[in-house]
């Protein structure tokens, strides 16, 4: 309806009027409930993509954990790699080095059940070496317990001393001796190697200790990389939901303007406002009251309209 055309308040206008009122409506409150969304789309976004950069983080930092856990178990294997391998190598002394020390107990055993020690022991000449080697003794030919047991009947049947307790007192001089200088010999082979263990254990903690504190500058300079990536995406999402929210709102705003403008054009607030003013004036005065000659054209379209004009610029006043 143009501008220049007179409104004609007809029971037909008013009810395409109405009409036309509420397709306003429902047009301005989609417009709205749209922009409404996309803003509520962003803060979803915001939120995700404050989540991922989250994630992101998190899965680096547990990355450093793991390493230095990695690291440290690395180490451990390796010690007692090495400390096996030391073990196994040297398995064989440790054995013999056992049997040695049995042979002895064996036989300081055997001598202390001889009863006339001081008759056994005024018989033997340490000096006298016996034609035996140490892998004998070890092997057990040599009977320890049956020679003690011969030469203590001889000395308690005889009451002197005699060659079975001569031989056995030389035999265990010489198998003392044996055992003792193999002994040695054992032990000087076990911890020959102590100083180059020392330098791989010393190794292997240098290697590890230097792995980890590698492992924690580089974690560090991760978390300095990580608070800068907080805060660009920090700005980036600020950023992006202020420009959303203006970009919506200049949107919702330009859509309001054109709905208010289509409507207007085609219900000029003007000429309602006339004929509002128009329709006021002919209310009838107490004090001159005059009865018009006919009828006012449309006038019960005229009185409906009026509440529903008064509805409409309150629409617009809302919008």
Not at 21 to 30: A, N, T, Y
Not at 156 to 179: D, G, I, P
């Amino acid at each position: 309806m143009g501008t220049n055309e007179k409104i004609e308040y007809t029971e037909k206008l008013l009810v395409k009027f109405l009409k036309d009122l509420i397709v306003f409506d429902k047009d301005c409150k989609s417009a709205i409930r749209f922009v409404k969304n996309v803003i509520g789309n962003r803060s979803s976004e915001e939120k995700s993509e404050w989540d991922t950069t989250r994630t992101k983080s998190e899965q680096k930092i547990k990355s450093f954990t793991v390493k230095a856990g990695t690291i440290l178990s690395d180490y451990e294997k390796c010690v007692e790699g090495v400390f096996s391998q030391d073990l196994d190598s040297k398995k064989s002394d440790f054995e013999r080095l056992q049997k040695c020390k049995e042979q002895l107990t064996l036989l300081h055993n055997s001598e202390s059940s001889i009863t006339e020690q001081t008759a056994y022991k005024a018989s033997g000449d340490s000096s006298q070496q016996v034609d035996i080697t140490i892998d004998q003794i070890l092997q057990g030919d040599i009977h320890f317990a049956a020679k003690a047991y011969e030469a203590n009947e001889s000395l308690v049947k005889k009451k002197k001393v005699s060659n079975s307790s001569t031989s056995f007192y030389n035999l265990c001089r010489t198998a003392e001796s044996l055992l003792n200088q193999e002994i040695v010999t054992l032990r000087n082979r076990i911890i020959q190697n102590r100083d180059s263990l020392h330098t791989r254990y010393q190794g292997l903690g240098s290697d590890s200790h230097k792995k980890v504190f590698d492992n924690w500058n580089s974690a560090n300079q991760e978390y300095v990389s990580i608070s800068d990536e907080f805060a660009r995406q920090r700005d980036k999402s600020l950023a992006e939901t202020a420009k959303v929210y203006a970009s919506s709102n200049d949107g919702l705003n330009q859509q309001l303007e054109k709905l208010v403008a289509g409507f207007c054009k085609q219900f000029p607030p003007q000429e309602l406002a006339n004929e509002y003013s128009r329709l006021y004036a002919m209310e009838p005065s107490f004090e001159d009251y005059e009865c018009y000659n006919e009828m006012p054209r449309n006038i019960s379209a005229l009185l409906s309209m009026t509440f529903h004009i008064w509805i409409y610029v309150i629409i617009l006043s809302h919008y």
